[in-house]
């Protein structure tokens, strides 16, 4: 039964291969371990789909998978930080009571809000291809976009504390923030290709299980 069993199971090798830069080094390995993982967990090692890291397929001498998936990111940036101002000529009238009841009173409060838009937009492709070895054929060939924006607003005043509605006083209260790290950033932008990814791979294999 276990011979079996060995003889039906598919073996596929996810082959990660490192982006070119030292700087992400480690948030693309934070990638692919996930990815690892994921698919670890959906393919138990009873079924009938295996994966292997490249180090595990050569410790257990495993030198004729059925399948080989290459994940490469390439086209993928961190932006420089964007700043948009934006001025605004507040004014809001209140009635306030008064003891001349046949006339209605009001006092109006003005002030002038400055809104701040602090932006970073980074991004990249994934490129995907499922390679059959027995055969040499290229089953699927797959680039996978993502894409994330940091986003810190706040403000200032000059005028009326009064003329301000709860969002524009909550930005008033926000400072501006340090950006996050690079690594952090492409972590981010992966989110999405990490989704994509992972079900595009599991219906793949689905039909071998």
């Not at 607003?153 to 008033?172: C, F, I, P, S, W």
């Not at 972590?187 to 990490?194: M, Q, R, S, V």
Request: glycine fraction near 2%; charged fraction near 25%; charge should be neutral.
């Amino acid at each position: 039964m276990n011979t079996a069993k060995e003889k039906a199971t598919i073996k596929v090798i996810l082959d990660a291969i490192p982006v070119p830069s030292q700087r992400y080094q480690l948030s693309s390995e934070f990638f692919y371990n996930q990815v690892f993982e994921y698919l670890n967990n959906q393919f138990s090692p009873k079924s009938f789909v295996n994966f292997y890291s490249p180090f595990q397929a050569e410790k257990e001498g495993l030198k004729n998978p059925d399948f080989i998936v290459d994940m490469e990111f390439y086209d993928f940036s961190i932006g420089n930080l964007t700043r948009s101002e934006k001025e605004e000529n507040l004014e809001k009238k209140v009635q306030i009571e008064s003891r001349d009841t046949t006339r209605i009173q009001y006092k109006t409060y003005v002030a002038k809000l400055k809104t701040f838009t602090d932006q970073v937009v980074s991004g990249g492709t994934l490129r995907v291809r499922i390679i059959e070895p027995a055969t040499d054929k290229l089953l699927s060939d797959e680039l996978i976009p993502g894409s994330f924006t940091w986003v810190n607003q706040y403000a200032m005043y000059v005028g009326d504390l009064e003329t301000l509605d709860k969002n524009q006083l909550e930005l008033t209260r926000r400072k501006v923030l340090p950006l996050p790290p690079q690594q952090d950033l492409f972590i981010e932008f992966t989110k999405p290709i990490y989704d994509q990814l992972t079900q595009k791979l599991n219906r793949f294999f689905r039909r071998y299980n």
